[in-house]
């Protein structure tokens, strides 16, 4: 047996979501990869629920549709998908990691804000479980088998090793064959060069309606980022946490007289 998991009884197990949905090619090639040394439950969204955050099905009721051995279709969002996974599909059996990917395309800077897929792992951090979210960073041709074996590599030293208490990991792979990526960064979060726009159509009764977005992403290439990694072609592996609060101001507005 594999020293990453000799601390299990049994195979490890693994809750296994996205937000490309749950025909997305990067969520089979991520559950062959994991399954090789885990039992893996996929829990992930019935169709794309891309750029929803850590939003909650709340005014609705959830439908889970078991699909396969394992596969279960959740239509709400993904964050939805580790409550239902966990609490349901589970019944409170606690997983030892929660994963989300791979996703079609990064989570890089502060787009991992927007992201589903790191919403996944987010949830998993407070839930206090060892949790990672994979990106493949590109919209076309995707190196799938190569992103998913560096995949297995990362969830395997995690299981070995843990993470700290109130920490998840965002992973960003480069589009690379398995040969050409260079190996492993550890990495701060980057920062958006914002060239965002906001395109206006017309429909066929002339009236206006609106794309959000619309060009390739960019990113600002300072040595040490999750974007500097992922370009030069490395993978780079950002610790995150949910505690937001920026100490250096909380310590700057105490200050203040607010009582005049």
């Known amino acids: 047996m594999s020293q990453a998991y000799t601390k299990y009884r049994t195979l490890p197990k693994i809750l296994l979501s996205n937000d490309d949905g749950i025909r997305s090619d990067g969520l089979k090639a991520l559950y062959d990869a ?36 394992n596969w279960y279709a959740v239509d709400g969002t993904p964050t939805s998908c580790v409550y239902i996974g966990v609490h349901a599909v589970m019944n409170g059996e606690r997983p ?15 787009d991992i804000t927007y992201s589903g897929t ?40 995690v299981a070995e090793k843990g993470l700290p208490e109130g920490c998840c990991l965002n992973v960003n792979i480069p589009n ?23 395109e206006e159509r017309k429909d066929p009764w002339g009236r206006s309606y609106y794309w959000i977005g619309g060009e390739e992403p960019n990113w600002k290439a300072e040595p040490g980022t999750d974007y500097w990694a992922v370009k030069n072609g490395f993978v780079s592996i950002t610790p995150i946490q949910l505690d937001l609060t ?14 005049k």
């Open 96 to 110: 030892d990691m929660i994963i989300g990917g791979i996703n079609r395309g990064p989570n890089l800077g502060e």
């Open 246 to 259: 920026d100490y250096k101001a909380l310590s700057i507005i105490k200050t203040y007289d607010w009582e």
């Open 176 to 198: 690379l064959p398995l040969e050409e990526i260079k190996g492993i960064k550890a990495t701060k979060q980057g920062k958006k060069a914002y060239s965002e726009k906001v």
């Open 34 to 69: 994991l399954s090789t040394f885990a039992e893996v439950v996929v829990v992930a969204p019935d169709r794309e629920r891309s750029a929803v955050g850590r939003a909650l099905t709340l005014h609705r009721p959830i439908r889970c549709e078991k699909v396969a051995d």
């Open 118 to 157: 790191v919403s996944i792992a987010m949830e998993g951090a407070l839930l206090g479980i060892p949790s990672i979210a994979f990106s493949l960073a590109t919209f076309t041709d995707f190196h799938w088998n190569a992103a998913a074996e560096y995949a297995r590599r990362i969830t395997l030293k």
